[in-house]
């Protein structure tokens, strides 16, 4: 229907258009012809002598208005003039007398429809383009679906995503099972006079499956599921968002019972008043739009809308109060539990080797969530594929491990020998410290083998088991291992190197947030300084709030650094006294490019680890400098 109306108002305008045009080029017809303009005594003189033949007077002024006529002819030897005159009523009676033929034209009356078109036409156009989208945005129109909300509506096609497929996060899944008995059977609830929630509130970091929960709540609950990003109602127009926002839950009551998901939230429901229009914005009216849907529902429990974020912080704070988003479930990182279930989860459809043990994966990927652990394992079959074996390999999976921590190796960067040796004095500078300072996560590989964007080399270092909580011991021994790689460079070559510098950088991160949010310095005490802002239109924290003085800033400073230099003493003292075994694992390290755990605990210990490659390692294809594989090897 859209489109036609769209198109009958085009050909209307179109028409519109080629009559005036029309119009225009017809009436002076007589410009034509050429005439000469002469003067008005020069006619006079003519007249007189009798050279004129025939004369044509053309008053254009209405009845009663006195303005000058046109007067054109032609002489008797053929020329055509014009000129302008005012007395023209005496002037064609003494023209007629002098035997000149005479025509009077009535003024040209311009037709009613030609004066319409002219004058009123471009007045209507624009009133019409005015209406047009002033329509649209007040959420009636359908012409160009403005106002329609993207959301996608599945009704049969429900994903068939159930809660099986979500793993490593129980609590979650029961609070969703929870709300979703609420869609099932609301009777039990409203018959107890308790009013059921209106919004469920997905938290937690990404990739942890939120989004995968609320598409297997949909799966599970057996009702229409209409999925929206919260992108979809932020829109240059005002008002657009809004519209949407109506038009979905509008949409919704007509399915009803049924689930509403808007995913990221954050989107559309920051806080009120932080942008730097004023505060009174597009995205402001979206949210208040839907703030009235929510505060419309009427709690008898046949629309759920489940939103997910990542960003709570950011939310405007009408969004969580009761009432509104009144239910808040956390999707956190996976504890080892719940990395082993979302692995087995991940491996159902893939043939694995005997040696393959989850437990142990589960135990190497800390802090790795759901959507990395799919990538882990996808990345291992890929690897397989290019080792052309038909079973994934432990050998592969800790490869995948390594890939989605750091990035793909980069056998084929080259780096000069010089380079290299101090790259991996670098490296064992690191983990010698790990190794040395008590109660620090074990080293688990020692590599020299560039990866990803920028690591030339790197020391991984696991951690037994999941913590919590970090004490001022922990963050000061891990100051000192960022600090190792460093003191390495400077005691073996006598010069540094811009190798350091993330290291550096995170060091001063962790030291500034010890004296400043963890009260972990003596002299500024447990007082909190400073604050991050959120800027709202970047996204970023770009702005800290700075509640403390010029001398607590200079004593920050002079906190932080003495941090720092404590911690780089320790690491100077522990690596000059080991001096002589750094000299002989870091040409192991030379040789090989890679140690793993066991092989570095070894000549720690002052075990002499023989030094030829490992015979069962696989050679690793090339790869390009892209990080791809060279072409052949995909099949
Ligand atoms: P989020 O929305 O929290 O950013 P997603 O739900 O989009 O994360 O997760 C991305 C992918 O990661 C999912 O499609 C799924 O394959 C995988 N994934 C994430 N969390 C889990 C989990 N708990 N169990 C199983 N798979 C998961
Ligand atoms: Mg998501
Ligand atoms: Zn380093």
């Not at 694992?585 to 755990?597: H, K, M, P, T």
Request: aromatic fraction near 6%; glycine fraction near 8%.
């Amino acid at each position: 229907m859209g489109r036609v109306v769209k198109n009958l108002g085009l050909y209307l305008v179109l028409i519109l258009l080629v009559v005036t045009m029309v119009n225009m080029f017809l009436t002076p017809e007589d410009t034509q012809k050429q005439y000469d303009e002469i003067s008005y005594s020069q006619f006079l003189s003519e007249l007189n002598a009798g050279h004129i033949r025939i004369l044509q007077i053309r008053n254009n002024t209405q009845p009663g208005e006195s303005s000058a006529a046109v007067i054109q002819g032609e002489m008797q030897n053929g020329q055509r003039f014009l000129t302008y005159g005012l007395e023209a009523g005496k002037l064609a009676d003494k023209a007629a007398a002098l035997g000149v033929m005479v025509t009077v034209e009535a003024p040209q009356k311009s037709t009613w429809w030609t004066s319409l078109i002219t004058t009123l036409f471009p007045t209507l156009l624009l009133m019409g383009v005015w209406l047009y989208f002033l329509y649209n945005m007040q959420g009636g129109g359908r012409v160009m679906s403005f106002s329609r909300s993207k959301a996608k509506l599945f009704l049969d096609n429900r994903p068939k995503v159930t809660f099986d497929d979500v793993a490593g996060c129980d609590e979650s899944k029961e609070e969703l099972q929870e709300v979703i008995q609420f869609l099932k059977m609301p009777e039990k609830f409203t018959k107890l006079g308790a009013k059921v929630p209106h919004g469920v509130l997905l938290v937690g970091p990404p990739g942890t499956g939120k989004t995968l929960l609320a598409r297997a709540a949909a799966g599970e609950a057996n009702v229409p599921f209409f999925c929206a990003s919260g992108s979809d109602f932020v829109e240059m127009f005002v008002g657009v968002g809004a519209a949407r926002v109506r038009d979905l839950f509008a949409q919704a009551k007509r399915y009803q019972p049924c689930i509403i998901f808007i995913d990221e939230m954050d989107a559309v429901g920051r806080h009120r008043g932080a942008g730097l229009g004023g505060g009174h914005d597009e995205r402001e009216q979206t949210l208040n739009q839907i703030l009235v849907e929510l505060d419309g529902f009427d709690g008898k429990g046949n629309i759920i809308l489940i939103a997910a974020t990542n960003r709570p912080d950011i939310l405007d704070p009408a969004l969580l109060r009761p009432g509104r988003f009144d239910r808040h479930i956390t999707v956190d990182r996976p504890d080892v539990k719940g990395r082993e279930a979302i692995l087995k989860v991940h491996m159902k459809d893939k043939i694995f080797a005997g040696d393959v043990d989850v437990s142990v994966l589960a135990r190497q990927t800390p802090g790795l969530v759901g959507a990395d652990l799919e990538n882990l394992i996808n990345e291992a079959a890929l690897l397989t594929a290019r080792h052309d074996r038909d079973k994934i390999g432990m050998d592969e999976l800790e490869e995948g491990i390594e890939r989605v921590m750091a990035g793909p190796e980069r056998r084929s960067r080259l780096i000069s020998e010089k380079e290299k040796k101090i790259i991996a004095y670098h490296e064992v500078g690191h983990a010698m410290v790990a190794k040395v300072l008590p109660d620090s996560d074990p080293v688990h590989k020692i590599s020299i083998i560039p990866r990803g964007h920028a690591a030339l080399g790197y020391t991984l270092q696991l951690p037994e088991e999941d913590r919590f909580l970090t004490s001022r011991s922990d963050l000061m021994n891990r100051i000192s291992i960022l600090l190792s790689g460093r003191v390495a460079e400077e005691l073996v070559f006598g010069d540094v190197t811009s190798g350091a510098a993330n290291d550096l950088d995170r060091a001063t991160q962790t030291a500034r947030q010890m004296v400043t949010e963890l009260g972990m310095s003596e002299k500024l005490g447990l007082v909190k300084l400073g604050g991050k802002r959120e800027e709202i239109f970047l996204g970023r924290d770009i702005a800290e709030d700075r509640n403390y003085s010029e001398e607590v800033a200079y004593a920050i400073d002079q906190e932080v650094k003495a941090i720092i230099d404590a911690c780089y003493a320790r690491a100077r003292d522990i690596l000059s006294e080991r001096r002589a075994l750094m000299d002989k694992i870091a040409s192991v390290l030379l040789e090989r490019e890679l140690l793993d755990g066991s092989e570095f605990d070894a000549l720690m210990n002052g075990e002499t680890a023989d030094v030829q490659p490992d015979e069962n390692v696989p050679p690793l294809p090339e790869t390009r400098d892209d990080g791809l594989p060279r072409d052949g090897f995909l099949a």
